[in-house]
Nanobody, 115 residues
């Protein structure tokens, strides 16, 4: 029943910007965020945010990416600025219930940063 619908991926030049959005069906989740995975690398946390607004960022994206929740906290938005080639990956939306009892994942959206 739970669905996470992602949008906003694409191809951009280094230094450019993209905005990713993820809309959740059903309940408001305690934490929503974005992970990414590149070929040959483990999936890693990019940023997440609680229903009350507390946010965490990977060190590699601090100062460049901003995460927020809109639409009555059922949508999570990741604004990505000053993109670098090393940001290239499939980005996955994630939603978690209180105490991390359940995890839900989007299907993934590809972000390619290349000149």
């Amino acid at each position: 029943q739970v669905q996470l619908v992602e949008s906003g991926g694409g191809l951009v030049q280094p230094g450019g910007s993209l905005k990713l959005s993820c809309a959740a069906s059903g309940s408001i989740f305690s934490t929503m965020g974005w992970y990414r995975q590149a070929p040959g690398k483990q999936r890693e946390l990019v940023a997440d945010i609680t229903r009350y607004g507390g946010a965490n960022y990977a060190d590699s994206v601090k100062g460049r990416f901003t995460i927020s929740r809109v639409n009555a906290k059922k949508t999570v938005v990741l604004q990505m600025n000053s993109l670098k080639p090393e940001d290239t990956a499939v980005y996955y939306c994630n939603a978690r219930t209180i105490y991390d009892t359940m995890n839900f994942w989007g299907k993934g959206t590809l972000v390619t940063v290349s000149s």
